[in-house]
């Protein structure tokens, strides 16, 4: 048989992202990269809140209770970067069948979850001495509770079939069709007459923060991100290893089985 009739050679750019996605040089690197992730994550973090919750000003209308901005923000942030990274994940998957990308997907819907919770959570805290109410149906609460079902979703859809091959197909498709929902919770203050405040840190304007809370936002916003980066790769790896130890154990019981066959015979 022309075993070149069945087999494609993947694309110059498909090798490369099996390359980078070898599970075995995947180990290696984020090995070396997660001890500086968590550090430096740790390290903005404690910096940036500690600043934001002690020494920051608190703000001439909301008073102190704005200082939740130093949490929700990067919260919210994180949310919806952690989605696109979902996404992505689930796109390279689909495309390239990347050997890691189905798993690094799986590993960000809990922390992406997770971020979103807190994200919700604090919103409703500060809403209550602000609106006067824990909860609205504003457009952009709306939209990120709505990114929170899309995460318990996947996570769910990824576990309900016999094969995780399958669920992890399932997943994808539902990570993609979710993206929808990003640009909705972005402009949603713009597009639609909402309670929530405006973005007051945006690409085409300068922000309309006072410079002494800004920096201590930004530090904890950067803070965060290192540390949902290093908490994805954390879970990652366990993943990986996780795979290995279930493959070995595999083949152990096939070699054991075998011998039997073997002295049976």
């Not at 495309?95 to 919770?117: K, M, N, Q, S, Y």
């Not at 805290?125 to 149906?137: L, S």
Request: charged share 10%.
């Amino acid at each position: 048989m022309d075993t070149n009739a069945i087999y494609t050679p993947p694309s110059p750019r498909g090798r490369n992202l099996h390359r980078f996605g070898n599970p075995g040089r995947f180990l290696r690197v984020s090995g070396k990269v997660l001890p500086w992730l968590t550090a430096v994550g740790v390290s903005l973090t404690l910096i940036g809140l500690g600043w934001g919750l002690f020494y920051a000003p608190a703000d001439w209308q909301q008073g102190d209770a704005v200082r939740i901005i130093y949490i929700h923000v990067p919260a919210a942030w994180l949310a919806s970067a952690g989605y696109m990274g979902l996404a992505v994940c689930s796109a390279i998957s689909l495309v390239w069948r990347h050997p890691l990308a189905d798993l690094t997907a799986a590993e960000i819907g809990p922390v992406g979850a997770g971020a979103t919770f807190i994200c919700l959570t604090t919103g409703s805290i500060w809403g209550k001495p602000m609106w006067g109410a824990w909860w609205v149906w504003d457009a952009r609460l709306t939209s990120v509770l709505v990114l929170f079902f899309l995460y318990l979703g996947h996570i769910a859809l990824i576990r309900a079939f016999d094969s995780p091959e399958r669920g992890a197909r399932a997943g994808a498709i539902l990570a993609l069709v979710g993206v929808v929902n990003l640009p909705i919770i972005k402009f949603s203050v713009e597009w639609w007459n909402t309670l929530h405040q405006p973005a007051t840190i945006t690409f085409t304007g300068s922000p309309t923060m006072y410079i002494g809370m800004l920096w201590p936002l930004l530090f904890s916003a950067l803070g965060m991100s290192f540390g949902f980066a290093a908490i994805v790769v954390a879970r990652t790896r366990a993943g990986v290893m996780e795979r290995r130890i279930r493959g070995l154990l595999l083949a152990r019981a096939q070699q054991e089985a075998g011998a039997r066959l073997d002295v049976l015979a």
